[in-house]
């Protein structure tokens, strides 16, 4: 078990990682101008923290010009400014303080709003290239909390790290030395002990109160999943009668977040009160000697209100210093998990050299295919399969024979474990995945809507296609005649992943979708399951007739949708048992006979 020591040498090792990380974004390479601006900014942070230490060091020249002792007036009316002269000054330098940090802040703006811009855009890509394996095990609400969390935690830390720690470190830095210049040096020691009792204080108290912040970060992900899921499968807790279980598990995630809350709540106040205690010592100490230093003549008057006025002014920023640590680890944290994404391996990636796609028969061949999704449980064995442009080929089998996992190979989602996919004799490894995407047109079963119009969700198949060519595809589809008569048409609202739609509509819409692509080679698979079958013999027969040319797969449950294509393929637990025209798969009286004889009598119930 690693030690505290090792825990904590790995811990700053990782948040390193992440700051460097985080470099690339704030200086690209690519971008002078950017460059430019975070130059400026430090100059800036630099000019005003200097004005800012050079605040209470003419308040020390404002009271002791109130002083017409000899000895202090030489250095004060050298240059004949007076009383009133610096107490202009003073003020002054509280503008240009105050002037030149807001230049800081914003100079640097358009920097870090590109860096957030940049990174979160980053993050999105790099999901949508992971697998679809990943997608599956991974909880959507999850993963969107994470990308969100590190968004934020990266605005936070370059608020707190580069406007916060930064400036104090050159400030405390410039005091410092104030202090051994103007003070004798016992005034130093004070500051600095007080300084790291407080800094130490602070950080062990905030990294225990780190680990609560991220149980209710758990807590928080795993009520917000909870609650998208309910809201989302609305219909199906109704049914059910389940409201109250979903209110429960979902209270049951609250409760735990409100007992880390309070956890927090209560480490908050002990921190706050120790850094006071803290704070207020040091300044007792400092005011201890600077009296004395009064007293015995070696301090003027002037020097003890610019001492006081150091020590409070420096404590000012340290007051939120838990604040700052805690929201920076937090945003660590936040960033660790965003980061953790980006680091997560891309399963199915372009090798190097990739070629695009270049379709010339869309002939489509499996040729000994072996696949699995885990170890143990073959999905596909020694699968081989070809057709051309113009054949209609259907797939039939029970379920979990392999059928569903025929389309997500031949849309590369997986790659196989054997054997190899080829369209028009070039190999899909050898491919560079956008290309084989924008050639293969997929209907799936479970048709997944945005929540926008009926005309977005039908035009994503075709961003360039026209309103005609939407009708087109839409009458093609059997769901022109039900849009037309709904009385916002086509712009009318879908909901939350279609919720406004019937399976039915929604698989229609998502047949027009895929119409538009015109891709060459076209899988169906279960597209057709929500429709009568009336319905589905009507738009199945329209898509044979507008993709006579095109190489098309349908995977289907029902076997009398699919007795006029070209060729049947039985699968059986991932193996090929049968294949033929239906006449002749009845007349084998095998797989395919009984699966028929079977629908036939559910047919005539």
């Known amino acids: 078990m690693p030690s505290n020591t090792e825990r904590t040498e790995e811990n700053s090792s990782t948040n390193l990682s992440i700051i460097k990380n985080l470099i690339p974004f704030l200086w690209p390479r690519d971008k002078l101008g950017y460059r430019v601006r975070v130059v400026l ?6 000019f005003a923290k200097v004005f800012t230490v050079l605040i209470p060091v003419s308040l020390i020249w404002v009271v002791d010009s109130f002083d017409f002792d000899e000895k202090n007036t030489g250095l004060y009316f050298l240059f004949g400014l007076g009383s009133l002269g610096l107490i202009v000054v003073y003020n002054i330098l509280r503008i240009l303080s105050i002037g030149f940090t807001q230049l800081r802040d914003a100079i640097f703006s358009v920097v870090g709003q590109n860096a957030l811009r940049l ?6 890509d790099h999901i949508h290239s992971l697998s679809l394996r990943f997608h599956l095990t991974r909880k959507t609400g999850a993963i969107s909390r994470i990308v969100e969390r590190g968004v934020i935690g990266t605005e936070f830390l370059l608020r707190f790290l580069f406007f916060n720690v930064i400036p104090l470190l050159f400030e405390f830095f410039l005091v410092i030395i104030l202090l051994i210049y103007r003070y004798d040096f016992s005034y130093t020691i004070v500051v600095i002990v007080s300084l790291l009792i407080y800094v130490i204080f602070t950080f062990r108290i905030t990294e225990w109160r780190v680990s ?47 007992d880390a809350a309070v956890k927090t709540g209560v480490s908050l106040a002990f921190l706050n009160f ?9 300044l007792l100490g400092v005011m201890i000697f600077g009296m004395l230093g009064v007293t015995n003549g070696q301090l003027t008057l002037g ?47 372009d090798k190097d050299g990739a070629l695009p796609l270049v379709i010339s028969n869309a002939r489509v061949e499996f040729r000994n295919v072996n696949f699995s999704y885990n170890k143990g449980r073959e999905i596909l ?28 190979l031949l849309f590369r989602f997986y790659d196989p474990d054997k054997g190899f996919i080829l369209i028009d004799d070039q190999k899909l490894i050898d491919l560079q995945q956008g290309s084989i995407h924008q050639n293969v047109g997929i209907i799936p079963q479970d048709t997944v809507l945005f929540n926008d119009t009926i005309l977005y969700n039908i035009k994503y198949g075709n961003q360039a296609s026209s309103f005609d060519q939407i009708i087109s595809a839409s009458r093609d589809a059997g769901i022109e005649d039900f849009v037309s008569a709904l009385p916002e048409g086509y712009q009318t609202l879908v909901g939350e992943r279609g919720l406004k739609l019937s399976g039915g509509e929604k698989q229609r819409i998502g047949i027009a979708r895929t119409i538009l692509k015109e891709s060459p080679i076209l899988l169906l698979d279960e597209a057709t399951s929500s429709l009568d079958y009336s319905t589905e013999k009507k738009v199945l027969n329209n898509l044979r007739k507008r993709k006579r ?50 629908q036939a009598a559910e047919d005539s119930v």
């Open 119 to 124: 990174i979160a855009l980053r993050t999105f």
């Open 303 to 349: 020097a003890f209100v610019g001492l006081n006025a150091i020590i409070i002014q420096l404590g000012m920023p340290l007051n939120f210093l838990g604040t700052v640590y805690r929201e920076i680890r937090q945003a660590l944290v936040d960033l660790g998990a965003m980061f953790s994404l980006l680091d997560q391996p891309i399963e199915v990636k």
């Open 381 to 408: 064995n020694n699968f081989s399969l070809s057709l051309c442009k113009g054949d209609q080929i259907a797939i039939v089998g029970s379920t979990g024979s392999g059928k569903s996992t025929i389309a997500r």
């Open 549 to 598: 040319n095109t190489a098309m797969i349908i995977i289907s449950h029902r076997l009398s949708a699919i007795t006029d294509v070209d060729k049947i393929v039985v699968l059986k637990a991932g193996k090929i048992v049968e294949e033929g025209n239906h006449q002749e798969l009845l007349a084998l009286d095998g797989v395919y006979h009984s699966l028929w004889q079977n």
């Open 41 to 46: 900014a430090f100059l800036f942070l630099i």
């Open 274 to 282: 120790g850094q006071s205690v803290i704070i207020t010592l040091g």
């Open 212 to 258: 609560i912040r991220k149980e209710m970060n758990q807590y928080d992900a795993d009520s917000n999943q909870k609650a998208i899921d309910g809201l989302l499968n609305y219909e199906t807790v109704k049914y059910f009668s389940a409201q109250n279980y979903e209110i429960e598990r979902y209270d049951e995630s609250r409760r735990k977040y409100q």
